[in-house]
């Protein structure tokens, strides 16, 4: 059966700052998604959390962008922006860039990562969400459990793989329209490295099996600040990661996230964190941060989802949670010296470059040749 899976995602407000949605918010969600699977719109659904971002996991066979199933979310977000409101919550609507909706999410704020599947007789698959970070904070973990024998022993040991698998890969400072790279591992493995490195602007959209053709993981690319012009919070991607099989296995799709890679976000959207992969439903915190990953696996069958189990809810990711911490205060003790705070043209609020641009009219140029 063909089904799609399409998670979109939005800050609609939260509680004590930037750190949760209220329950009041969640139970808004929940409510619509049901109704929603009433209605026949959506064969299932489940609404999460990962700090203030609220996650809508959709299950329908109208395949992606389709304008009823993203108009059911915006109209969702719409609907948690206004109890945000009623609460007085801290940044009601914040990813609600646009005023009305045009026919897609893509563009208007909230982040949307969907794949059309012919599902196998046993589909199991992983919603990754992420918050106070951009997209690019999935370049490294799905190119190294895609790519990288370190973390997929498949492609050395599952003749399935061994073909490996092509990236499709966005440019996202070109804001016009989208413009899209495609790449395949092993023949063009450093051609991708070479891009990837630069996560700010090179980021995947989506990884296909060579083999086969299937589509093995999709994420989503929006960046708001290209959107909005200015910055109105960081972008908190998701992705959806198919595994098992012909794919890397779950393990391997989360093994590249014990490295608690750096990445640009945290407070402000402007400083350079470690990654911590975290549970369901965890807020956000220190120094508005950390970054946070969390990760849900569940199976489809017929559309029908399981119940999702949470997959860094395990010991193992108690070590990890303690390393991406200690890796966060040794990168914070540097304060607002680079590369703790992020480069220039990344600075997500204006203050840095209006102070530049006033300090740059004092600058004096001795010995200047005389014209
Ligand atoms: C990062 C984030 C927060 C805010 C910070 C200031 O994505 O959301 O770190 O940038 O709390 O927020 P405002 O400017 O809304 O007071
Ligand atoms: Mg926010
Ligand atoms: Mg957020």
């Given at each position: 059966m063909k089904v799609t899976i399409s998670v979109i995602k939005a800050d609609t407000g939260s509680v004590g700052g930037h750190n949760r949605p209220s329950d009041a918010m969640v139970?808004?969600?929940?409510?619509?998604v049901a109704e929603a699977i009433k209605s026949k719109l959506l064969i299932d659904g489940h609404v999460t959390f990962t700090g203030d971002d609220i996650a809508?996991?959709?299950?329908?066979?109208?395949?992606?962008?389709?304008?009823?199933?993203?108009k059911f979310a915006w109209d969702t977000f719409v609907e948690t922006t206004k109890v945000a409101k009623s609460q007085g919550l801290y940044g009601a609507g914040q990813?609600?860039?646009?005023?009305?909706?045009?026919?897609?999410?893509?563009?208007?704020?909230?982040g949307s990562a969907e794949m059309e599947i012919e599902e196998r007789p046993a589909e199991p698959f992983i919603v990754f969400a992420g918050d106070k970070c951009g997209p690019g904070v999935f370049n490294h973990p799905l190119f190294s459990a895609h790519a990288d024998p370190y973390h997929n022993a498949g492609l050395l040991l599952a003749p399935d793989m061994q073909a490996g698998f092509t990236f499709h890969i966005m440019d996202v400072n070109h804001t016009e329209n989208d413009k899209v790279i495609t790449l395949k591992v092993p023949n063009d493995y450093y051609d991708i490295a070479c891009l990837l490195r630069?996560?700010?602007?090179?980021?995947i959209e989506s990884v296909v099996e060579n083999a086969t053709g299937l589509t093995a993981a999709v994420a989503s690319t929006s960046r708001l600040h290209n959107i909005a012009g200015k910055y109105v919070g960081k972008d908190d991607p998701v992705a959806i990661v198919?595994?098992?099989?012909?794919?890397?296995?779950?393990?391997?799709?989360?093994?590249?996230?014990?490295?608690?890679?750096?990445?640009?976000?945290?407070?402000?959207?402007?400083?350079?964190?470690?990654?911590?992969?975290?549970?369901?439903?965890?807020?956000?915190s220190f120094f508005d941060g950390p970054t946070i990953m969390s990760a849900a696996g569940y199976c489809v069958h017929e559309g029908k989802l399981t119940e999702a189990v949470?997959?860094?809810?395990?010991?193992?990711?108690?070590v990890i949670r303690e390393k991406a911490s200690k890796k966060t205060l040794a990168m914070r003790e540097q304060g607002?010296?680079?590369?703790?705070?992020?480069?220039?043209?990344?600075?997500?609020?204006?203050?840095?470059?209006?102070?530049?641009?006033?300090?740059?009219?004092?600058?004096?140029?001795?010995?200047?040749?005389?014209?």
């Amino acid at each position: 059966m063909k089904v799609t899976i399409s998670v979109i995602k939005a800050d609609t407000g939260s509680v004590g700052g930037h750190n949760r949605p209220s329950d009041a918010m969640v139970a808004k969600a929940k409510e619509r998604v049901a109704e929603a699977i009433k209605s026949k719109l959506l064969i299932d659904g489940h609404v999460t959390f990962t700090g203030d971002d609220i996650a809508l996991l959709m299950t329908h066979t109208r395949g992606t962008d389709n304008s009823d199933v993203h108009k059911f979310a915006w109209d969702t977000f719409v609907e948690t922006t206004k109890v945000a409101k009623s609460q007085g919550l801290y940044g009601a609507g914040q990813d609600l860039l646009k005023d009305a909706f045009s026919g897609n999410v893509r563009g208007m704020g909230p982040g949307s990562a969907e794949m059309e599947i012919e599902e196998r007789p046993a589909e199991p698959f992983i919603v990754f969400a992420g918050d106070k970070c951009g997209p690019g904070v999935f370049n490294h973990p799905l190119f190294s459990a895609h790519a990288d024998p370190y973390h997929n022993a498949g492609l050395l040991l599952a003749p399935d793989m061994q073909a490996g698998f092509t990236f499709h890969i966005m440019d996202v400072n070109h804001t016009e329209n989208d413009k899209v790279i495609t790449l395949k591992v092993p023949n063009d493995y450093y051609d991708i490295a070479c891009l990837l490195r630069d996560p700010n602007r090179y980021i995947i959209e989506s990884v296909v099996e060579n083999a086969t053709g299937l589509t093995a993981a999709v994420a989503s690319t929006s960046r708001l600040h290209n959107i909005a012009g200015k910055y109105v919070g960081k972008d908190d991607p998701v992705a959806i990661v198919r595994s098992q099989k012909q794919f890397p296995s779950t393990g391997e799709i989360l093994s590249p996230w014990a490295l608690a890679q750096f990445t640009l976000g945290d407070n402000r959207g402007s400083h350079h964190v470690a990654v911590m992969p975290v549970k369901q439903n965890t807020i956000i915190s220190f120094f508005d941060g950390p970054t946070i990953m969390s990760a849900a696996g569940y199976c489809v069958h017929e559309g029908k989802l399981t119940e999702a189990v949470d997959l860094f809810d395990q010991p193992f990711w108690d070590v990890i949670r303690e390393k991406a911490s200690k890796k966060t205060l040794a990168m914070r003790e540097q304060g607002f010296f680079n590369p703790a705070m992020g480069p220039q043209d990344e600075m997500e609020y204006t203050g840095v470059m209006e102070n530049l641009k006033r300090l740059d009219a004092k600058f004096v140029k001795r010995d200047e040749p005389a014209k």
